[in-house]
């Protein structure tokens, strides 16, 4: 079984200011990894991933998550808060063999000018 | 671009009627998804389906039905609307070749039971 814990449903940066968005996964087995962005009355939006290779994954917008096997997180980063972030994120996980995905329950981030 | 299309944005449904919530995917995806979203509660999958005619139960399953009569649609059926139905449901589609492969979810429908 998966799970996600995404810490904190509202975090709150100044324009300009470092995003941190935290997220910690449980998996029996190699996990892949994916952060999601939602706009207000959309979908969600793939912002990144991360399957195998190279620990630290860019993505769009400036965005990117590094995974930690040893800490089993995926926290998202981007050094720059813009007020077009403001959003839901949402981490979510898959096993090795499987298609679907387990979200966490989303951190919805705040800019302020 | 993939494009996942979901027939109708807000709906307004009484209890105890049946409610078709449909969903079309333009990328020949064998995968096919229904997620419900709910403040504080995330995503939860209430039903997928991998192939044509076939569908596994996700972790909500209790209150819907799917159906899958074609590759390209994947619909969700309400056979009696409750309030506590009332909710956002995203539809989503990915390729089948494991894991790790992007999941494109629909704008997403906003059912009402009244």
């Known amino acids: 079984a998966q799970s996600v814990t995404q810490l904190g449903s509202h975090v709150s940066v100044s324009e300009g200011a470092l995003v941190l968005l935290r997220c910690n996964y449980s998996?029996?087995?190699?996990?892949?990894l994916f952060w999601y962005v939602q706009y207000p009355n959309q979908g969600l939006q793939l912002l990144l991933k991360?399957?195998?290779?190279?620990?630290l994954v860019k993505g769009i917008n400036g965005f990117e998550a590094e995974f930690k096997k040893s800490e089993t997180s995926f926290h998202l980063t981007k050094p720059s808060a813009h007020m077009s972030d403001a959003a839901e994120y949402f981490c979510a996980v898959s096993a090795s063999g499987y298609s679907t995905l387990t979200f966490g329950k989303g951190t919805m981030l705040l800019v302020s000018p | 671009d993939v494009k996942v299309t979901q027939s109708s944005r807000y709906l307004v449904k009484r209890t105890g009627e049946k409610v078709f919530l449909e969903c079309v995917q333009d990328?020949?995806?064998?995968?096919m998804f229904w997620y419900r979203q709910d403040p504080g509660l995330g995503l939860r999958l209430i039903y997928f389906?991998?192939?044509?005619?076939?569908?596994e139960k996700g972790d909500i399953p209790e209150g819907y039905s799917v159906s899958r009569e074609k590759k390209e649609r994947f619909s969700l059926i309400l056979e009696s609307a409750s309030t506590n139905q009332t909710s956002m449901y995203l539809c989503?589609?990915?390729?089948?070749?494991?894991?790790?492969?992007?999941?494109?979810f629909g704008e997403g429908s906003w059912l009402t039971v009244v």
């Open positions: 989503a589609s990915s390729t089948t070749t494991g894991a790790g492969n992007t999941i494109y």
């Open positions: 990328m020949d995806h064998e995968n």
């Open positions: 991360y399957t195998t290779g190279a620990t």
């Open positions: 998996s029996s087995v190699p996990p892949y």
């Open positions: 389906s991998y192939d044509v005619k076939m569908k």
